[in-house]
């Protein structure tokens, strides 16, 4: 059964940083494709970022972040990152990882059979 743990969310003031983390078990991390989605209060959950299978992996970003955040994954530790500088207050939100096997990026909800259960981060201006 795979398994994803999300940790890392916080409050931190507008225009500070977060690294969310998402730690994969139960199948082979590597085959993996990984994504970050986000549901702020009142709001339908959003695609953030994603990262294909491979450790020099193509990345995806949605506009409102891009420039801001970057996804990364480390294979050997079975782990994926979110690195997000310059946060907003518009960046507050529930953070959810999301994994898939076979190696396309993907950025739907929909193609992601595997979720964290998420992480709160809150961005006070």
């Known amino acids: 059964q795979v398994q994803l743990v999300e940790s890392g969310g916080g409050l931190v003031q507008a225009g500070g940083s977060l690294r969310l983390s998402c730690a994969v078990s139960g199948r082979t991390f590597s085959s993996y494709a990984m994504g970050w989605f986000r549901q702020a209060p009142g709001k339908e959950r959003e695609f953030v970022a994603a990262i294909n299978w491979r450790s020099d992996s193509s990345t995806s970003y949605a506009d409102s972040v891009k420039g801001r955040f970057t996804i990364s994954r480390d294979n050997a530790k079975n782990t994926v990152h979110l690195q997000m500088n310059s946060l907003k207050p518009e960046d507050t939100a529930v953070y959810y990882c999301?994994?898939?096997?076979?190696?396309?990026?993907?950025?739907?909800?929909?193609?992601?059979?595997?979720w964290g259960q998420g992480t709160q981060v809150t961005v006070s201006s």
């Open positions: 999301a994994g898939a096997t076979g190696p396309p990026i993907r950025t739907r909800q929909y193609e992601y059979p595997y």
